[in-house]
């Protein structure tokens, strides 16, 4: 008879993990959550709005896609740099978001789901090109690990 085999997160890996990995991990099990959410829904599910009076799924990824882009153009550089951490406002954030949306609507299931991917890429690319060191550079407490901290739960 066998023991059963405890299993871990990569098996202990997070262990030898730098605070890099463990944040750029957060971020990327959070994006395959969104992936898997999404994985061969049609268009036409994804057209609906999930409630009277709120976005479709299509709508949501367009917005994603947006803000990806946005972190990346607006605040992935004062972050690493200079430590500067975003400051939205809460009625600039509303306008924002339908402005984001409102740009990218002519885009249909297929390409928002492909904005999306190019999106994220640059993003994940932006990130990893952001010195491992020091590692207090990716905590919450510092603009780097907030940003990604706010992008994961988002």
């Known amino acids: 008879m066998y023991a059963p085999l405890e299993v871990t ?20 099990r959070a994006r395959v959550a969104v992936s898997a959410a999404i994985q061969g829904m049609t268009a036409g599910v994804a057209n609906r709005p999930i409630a009277p009076g ?22 992935v ?26 740009a990218l609507e002519h885009h249909d299931w297929e ?11 640059r993003l994940w690319e932006a990130l990893e090109s952001i010195p491992a060191e020091p590692a207090g550079t990716w905590l919450p407490d510092h ?6 901290e706010e992008v994961t739960a988002h």
């Open 111 to 121: 390409e928002a789901r492909r904005l999306l991917q190019e999106a994220r890429e």
């Open 77 to 102: 550089e004062p972050a690493a740099a200079r430590g500067q951490r975003a400051s939205i406002g809460h009625d600039e954030l509303e306008t924002m978001n339908a402005a984001g949306v409102a």
């Open 143 to 148: 603009a780097v690990g907030d940003l990604i």
């Open 54 to 75: 709120k976005w479709s799924v299509r709508q949501m990824v367009l917005h994603l896609a947006f803000w990806d882009r946005e972190v990346l153009a607006r605040y």
């Open 9 to 28: 997160e990569f098996s202990g890996a997070r262990a030898n993990a730098s605070a890099r990995d463990l944040a750029l991990f957060r971020l990327e």
